[in-house]
């Protein structure tokens, strides 16, 4: 086990730093001035060599890079331009509603895929499986905006169920409160689940198949096991390993699904706070949250490494 997390960890550590290499070339070494685009065409060039200068921008882009991580280690951000803020309380509290949301609709989109791929691989080649594959390629097909917009048009204009939009927040004083915050955030976790759910849904009706197939199936269901029992107990387990890969990357597409479904719902998040940055040219804080959301993705793929060994009981983690 010590050799397999160590190698997953190597990996984890040298893509992550891939990452922000490229993240940073994206943002500050391609062609273009990140003071000229936040004052304009119109700045002087002594506005514009003070404002590169607060920026750090007159200094090599090697140090400039050095300087951005030795930052992130130690917690330091740099500040945001238009809100006057450091990029890490920014993100902090738009993260109380992004990581919520992303959780409340990975919770859904599995709850749904697996009593769906279950079911479906239970009743191969009839109505059921019929029914639900029907649905997976429906939910496929659709964008998670479009569901979002005709779930505000049916439960909250048509039915006034829920409200169309915003976020009360967590807590009495911030105006909402844990029952509210969850309500209001109802209809973006169903928007993103469904869409998901269709996907890992298929995938488990076919991990579910092949694992039916195999020999200790029949030698289960020959010792006595019924068929709920075999299915839940015995060839589901068996048939996690792809399922978790393609939660591990629903989970990551979930959290960076929720920048539009979050502008559709107007909630304060990752996702409204990329769109307003960049309008407001603030290059600081798109750069830290791209920075973020990629990290969120390598660290979610790491843990999926680790879960097969734990998950699998053929998978020996010291031949990983």
Request: charged letters at 15%; proline letters at 4%.
């Amino acid at each position: 086990m010590s050799v397999f997390l160590a190698k997953r960890l190597l990996t984890f550590v040298l893509t992550l730093a891939i990452a922000s290499g490229l993240v940073f070339a994206a943002l500050e070494l391609l062609p273009g001035n990140v003071a000229q685009v936040q004052l304009g065409d119109s700045a002087t060039p002594e506005t514009l060599a003070a404002l590169e200068t607060k920026l750090g921008l007159d200094r090599p882009a090697a140090e400039r890079y050095q300087h951005w991580i030795g930052g992130l280690l130690q917690g330091r951000t740099a500040h945001s331009a238009s809100y006057d803020t450091p990029t890490a309380q920014l993100i902090a509290e738009r993260l109380r509603v992004t990581l919520p949301l992303a959780a409340l609709a990975m919770g859904l989109t599995t709850v749904l895929a697996l009593v769906l791929g279950v079911y479906a691989a239970a009743r191969h080649h009839r109505l059921g499986d019929v029914g639900v594959m029907g649905f997976s390629q429906l939910g496929i097909a659709i964008p998670n905006f479009w569901l979002a917009i005709l779930l505000i048009l049916a439960f909250a204009v048509k039915l006034q169920w829920v409200s169309a939009g915003g976020f009360p927040g967590w807590t009495e004083d911030e105006g909402g409160g844990p029952l509210q915050a969850l309500r209001a955030l109802l209809l973006p976790g169903i928007s993103l689940a469904l869409v998901q759910a269709a996907i890992l849904a298929r995938v488990t009706r076919s991990a579910v198949l092949e694992v039916m197939r195999e020999d200790f199936v029949r030698t289960a269901r020959a010792k006595g096991l019924s068929r709920r029992a075999t299915l839940w107990k015995h060839v589901l387990r068996n048939a996690m390993i792809p399922v978790l890969t393609i939660m591990g990357l629903q989970f990551a597409n979930l959290i960076t699904g929720t920048i539009v479904v979050e502008n559709v719902f107007v909630l304060p998040g990752l996702g409204r706070l990329v769109f307003q940055a960049i309008a407001n040219r603030d290059l600081v804080v798109v750069r830290d949250v791209v920075m973020l959301l990629v990290a969120m993705v390598i660290v979610v793929n790491f843990m999926v490494d680790v879960l097969y060994a734990l998950v699998d009981p053929r998978l020996k983690p010291s031949d990983a």
